[in-house]
């Protein structure tokens, strides 16, 4: 994750510098996923912890505490998330020199929690004095991700702030968060950036097809983008065009090849694909891939309204099991038939 203030987040990043002489001890940015709140949350903290920001709080980039942080090494700062995501940071490759926190066995599967540990090492943190007598600063992602008793230690420390500590959680659905957690801290709302301003930043990464992605993630430009650079690129493709043309022996193939798929994804693509074939039969309208509208079409005029509805009841009870199926491959046949039996041959 590198700090980036990104042109739809300006106004909040104004709202902010309002707060700045009397900065609470706890900050709760939330919103929809992908639109870079932690990018904004790792800019807020470069600023707070610059020796020289400028009239605006943007940090100098010249400093002393600049330059550790950008070599993220600054020892002022903390970064809390899952170990998972370490792990895939890693894997992706992009040169964070950082090591992640190695498990204590080496065969446990990464946590996709942040757990209590992580939270006391922050008060050990909390307990030395600041490196420059200045500012600490703590960024912790996603919120949603902390799982009981941290969440219960995470309290503490809010209810009883440290001198001169400022949190800043990030989280996608503050629903899922402690509501003891919430009112202790000051919450900064971002939205979604406005469709053209997704869009055009999106083009100017160099997305071909950036609009298909966009809609494809709801207008989340960063999650797009992410997407749109991933190998699921490909596999989506293949995936839509099998579902393009639905018969027995095709899911029964598709199930077979998607077995190692990640499949609450999975199952969130079939969710959109039925949703445009139901929008368009509606209205005529379709949202998510505009690029199959050929497809979308046909398949529409071959299945009857209370059917469609029907799978897409029965697709959301299968999303709330994805993670934990008893067999991925039997899992997905099950999808898969159910899905190609909705459509007149
Ligand atoms: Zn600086």
């Not at 430009?221 to 393009?244: C, G, M, N, T, Y």
């Amino acid at each position: 994750m590198t700090p980036a203030l990104f042109d739809w987040q300006n106004d909040t990043w104004d709202y902010l510098q309002s707060l700045r002489d009397r900065l609470p001890h706890a900050f709760l940015l939330h919103g929809p996923k992908g639109i870079g709140k932690t990018q904004f949350a790792e800019y807020m903290a470069k600023s707070l912890l610059c020796e020289n920001p400028d009239s605006q709080g943007h940090a100098c980039g010249a400093c002393g505490s600049c330059g550790w942080f950008s070599q993220y090494s600054h020892p002022d700062y903390r970064r809390v998330r899952p170990e998972l995501l370490d792990e895939e940071e890693q894997t992706a490759g992009d040169g964070e020199a950082e090591p992640a926190p190695k498990s204590a066995k080496a065969s446990k599967a990464p946590s996709k929690e942040i757990v209590i540990n992580q939270i006391r090492a922050l008060s050990d943190f909390m307990n030395i004095s600041t490196h420059r007598q200045g500012r600490r600063v703590i960024v912790l992602y996603p919120a949603e991700a902390l799982n009981t008793p941290a969440a219960n230690a995470l309290l503490k420390s809010l209810e009883e702030p440290a001198a001169n500590t400022v949190f800043i959680l990030v989280s996608d659905s503050i629903d899922k968060l402690l509501p003891t957690i919430l009112s202790r801290c000051h919450k900064l709302a971002m939205g979604m950036p406005a469709y053209p301003q997704a869009l055009a930043w999106l083009e100017a990464q160099g997305i071909r097809d950036a609009d298909v992605w966009l809609a494809h993630q709801g207008g989340a430009p960063l999650a797009a983008l992410d997407i749109a650079q991933s190998e699921l690129r490909a596999e989506l493709d293949e995936f839509l065009k099998q579902l393009s043309k639905p018969a027995p022996e095709t899911g029964l193939k598709l199930a077979e090849k998607m077995q190692k798929s990640d499949l609450p994804i999975t199952v969130s693509w079939l969710q959109r694909w039925l949703y445009d074939i139901f929008s368009y039969k509606q209205t005529g309208r379709i949202r998510y891939y505009p690029r199959y509208e050929r497809e979308i079409r046909n398949l529409a005029t071959r299945a009857q309204t209370p059917a469609l509805m029907g799978l897409m009841k029965s697709l959301n009870e299968k999303q709330a099991i994805a993670s934990h199926p008893f067999s991925a491959k039997l899992f997905l046949e099950d999808m898969l038939l159910e899905y190609g039996a909705v459509f007149e041959q």
